[in-house]
């Protein structure tokens, strides 16, 4: 298994939005959709797993992935995907720290993320931060990791 840090213009990016857009999570489209259209600052990667020649996963480092502009948290991490053959294996695990380095590698001290998830993303070093807002004004955990 590989992990590799994209971004658009890369050969293995359109791989990896086909797969986003034929993942049965809903949010996989919409991770697609933003690749087709190169919705992405200079900075900003996804990161996908891959077993061969095939994407197994995927996540992504963003400023703000489902916060609001006027959100003072940045990057976050989000879209994290694995195909349900491949759970279990600590594969978004790995996307996470593959993201992680690369925000420390840009100079940020922590990673923050979003979820409604319930003792997974602390096994990976995350902190509850308290609650907030997204964009689609709905109310969602949210999570920091100290780098």
Same mark, same amino acid.
Request: aromatic residues 14%; proline residues 4%.
């Given at each position: 298994?590989?992990?590799?840090?994209?971004?658009?213009?890369?050969?293995?990016?359109?791989t990896v939005a086909c797969f986003a857009a034929d993942c049965p999570w809903r949010a996989g489209a919409f991770l697609a959709e933003l690749m087709r259209t190169n919705r992405?600052?200079?900075?900003?990667?996804? +990161?996908a797993a891959f077993d061969a020649e095939s994407p197994i996963g995927f996540?992504?480092?963003t400023?703000?992935?489902?916060?609001?502009?006027?959100?003072?948290?940045?990057?976050?991490i989000g879209f994290v995907y694995v195909d349900a053959a491949y759970r279990g294996r600590r594969i978004s695990e790995q996307m996470i720290a593959a993201a992680s380095d690369y925000a420390k590698s840009l100079g940020y001290t922590a990673v923050y993320l979003t979820s409604d998830e319930q003792g997974l993303?602390?096994?990976?070093? +995350?902190?509850?931060?308290?609650?907030?807002?997204?964009?689609?004004?709905?109310m969602t955990q949210l999570f920091v990791k100290p780098l």
């Amino acid at each position: 298994m590989t992990i590799l840090t994209l971004h658009a213009g890369e050969p293995a990016w359109d791989t990896v939005a086909c797969f986003a857009a034929d993942c049965p999570w809903r949010a996989g489209a919409f991770l697609a959709e933003l690749m087709r259209t190169n919705r992405f600052a200079e900075w900003e990667r996804v +990161f996908a797993a891959f077993d061969a020649e095939s994407p197994i996963g995927f996540c992504t480092l963003t400023a703000k992935d489902e916060m609001p502009e006027s959100c003072v948290y940045t990057p976050f991490i989000g879209f994290v995907y694995v195909d349900a053959a491949y759970r279990g294996r600590r594969i978004s695990e790995q996307m996470i720290a593959a993201a992680s380095d690369y925000a420390k590698s840009l100079g940020y001290t922590a990673v923050y993320l979003t979820s409604d998830e319930q003792g997974l993303y602390e096994k990976y070093g +995350f902190e509850l931060h308290g609650t907030v807002e997204t964009a689609w004004h709905e109310m969602t955990q949210l999570f920091v990791k100290p780098l």
